[in-house]
């Protein structure tokens, strides 16, 4: 095995034939791609593929599964110190520790938050991540660095709120020239991909909504905002102008192909109608409703109206398989267990969601998401000589069910290798944790987080000392 790894860490064209590659939507045998300058640069018969390149030494994968990396289309990569702080916590804990916490972060804090967020990422079989926006002032060029440092593609957006939740609001003006800098800073970047962001649509005005999507839709980038997660948020919106979140986005123009609506689970019938017909995505991001939300996203309705969606993590916990697996659960539970509907996407769907789909919300689908001739080699190689797959019958609905990040031996984006079996080949990640374990104590007492739950070993005993 190191000397795989040895020869995937080799520059130059890489000839891979492995026992099964996943593209055009199935796990085929007998197959090969050559990875030329970053790029799948042929994609054909293993054997076909060796005649035409004698001069490439292929590299065997009989035991391996490659295909795409997954894609995260909603994260919040300056969120990683929060971590299990957020357990049990009532809805809307972006308001008493999310705010707070981002808000205290230095550039350096945020530099460290970021590379540990993406070295999860990459961990867990990510290979993009949809960063929604560091409320963070002034430090997007250390998120940048920190995702550029461990490989991962980021999109990374640009926060515009007018009206609140950001660490800083300028004017108006300012905000839209700040917005028009990030979009033109990341042209000439492999790696980083800009996008524009209001935290919720009622931190900013109607004006700001409306130019800031505008913007982004037509510099090519994504407008994200989060909607209909908590029943608050909807209420307020319901209080402050007789419309539900989605609703009011359309009443301004805000919608479009171009916006990535992250939740949208408290979501009525109208509302999807409006989705549907403004070509809007929407991020799907199952743990982060079990863990706070207020509803499950109604994904195969969705995907029934012809709703674009991908899975996103909303920084919960960074393992693709699981995030599948999550997506699948929550809608047998949501819905199928009641109508019988044991199929509930069938397998194929979740593996899409995580992946072509993911890209297309998040903009990339002209980038990456697929293993397809011309797309940037961002791809896993998994290890399928393992139980869990043996014998196997359907490794797509495999992969959904039984998939786990321990089975990734590699992950490569633009065709380099960054991870191999779980820790990254060029960069000391061990001392990244030292630095952070030293440093995160101390930021987190200072940010001025209000908690409300005890932790599980406080919550024991005042569950003990009701005698519940
Ligand atoms: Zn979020």
Not at 446 to 459: E, K, L, M, T
Request: charged fraction near 20%; glycine fraction near 10%.
């Amino acid at each position: 095995m190191t000397d795989l790894k040895a020869m995937l860490s080799g520059g130059g064209d890489i000839l891979l034939l492995p026992g099964q590659l996943y593209t055009g939507g199935a796990c085929r045998g007998k197959m090969g791609v050559l990875v030329r300058k970053g790029r799948y640069h042929d994609i054909d018969d293993a054997a076909t593929l060796v005649a035409r390149y004698p001069e490439i030494e292929p590299i065997h994968l009989p035991d391996h599964l490659l295909m795409p990396g997954f894609i995260d289309s909603h994260t919040h990569l300056t969120q990683s110190f929060g971590k299990s702080l957020v357990f049990g916590e009532p809805s809307e804990i972006f308001r008493r520790i999310w705010v707070p916490l981002e808000s205290s972060m230095d550039e350096r804090m945020v530099h460290l938050s970021g590379k540990l967020a993406a070295l999860e990422c990459l961990r867990g079989g990510f290979t993009t991540a949809v960063d929604a926006g560091t409320r963070s002032d002034g430090c997007i060029h250390a998120l940048a660095q920190a995702a550029r440092e461990t490989g991962l593609r980021t999109v990374i957006g640009f926060i515009c709120n007018d009206r609140g939740g950001a660490a800083n609001i300028p004017e108006r003006d300012a905000i839209l020239d700040r917005a028009r800098a990030h979009l033109d800073d990341w042209q000439d970047d492999p790696l980083i991909h800009p996008s524009l962001a209001i935290s919720i649509p009622e931190v900013a005005s109607d004006d700001m909504l409306h130019d800031v999507s505008q913007m982004a839709g037509q510099a090519g980038a994504i407008f994200q905002t989060h909607v209909n997660e908590h029943l608050v948020a909807v209420e307020r919106s319901l209080v402050a102008r007789g419309q539900r979140p989605i609703e009011h986005l359309a009443a301004i123009g805000a919608l479009g192909p171009h916006a990535l609506l992250a939740h949208s689970t408290l979501i009525t019938p109208g509302e999807l109608n409006l989705l549907r017909d403004s070509g809007a995505a929407v991020a799907y991001n199952p743990v982060a409703s079990l863990w706070k939300g207020n509803a499950i996203a109604p994904a195969l309705q969705m995907e029934a109206l012809g709703v674009r969606f991908g899975l996103g993590t909303d920084g919960t916990r960074a393992d693709g398989f699981r995030l599948m697996d999550a997506g699948e659960s929550l809608q047998r539970a949501g819905t199928g267990l009641a109508t019988g509907d044991s199929s509930c996407g069938g397998g194929w769907l979740w593996l899409e969601a995580a992946t072509s789909r993911a890209a297309d919300c998040a903009g990339l689908s002209k980038v990456t998401g697929a293993v397809q001739e011309g797309l940037a080699a961002d791809f896993l190689l998994v290890d399928l000589d393992r139980p869990e797959f043996t014998p196997s019958h359907d490794l797509v609905w495999e992969l959904v069910r039984y998939g786990n990040r321990d089975q990734i031996d590699a992950v490569f984006t633009e065709g380099r290798l960054r991870i191999w079996q779980g820790w990254p080949v060029d960069w000391d990640a061990r001392a990244l944790m030292a630095e952070i374990r030293d440093v995160a104590d101390k930021a987190i007492a200072g940010a001025g987080i209000q908690r409300i739950h005890p932790v599980s070993a406080d919550h024991k005993s005042r569950c003990a000392d009701r005698d519940l």
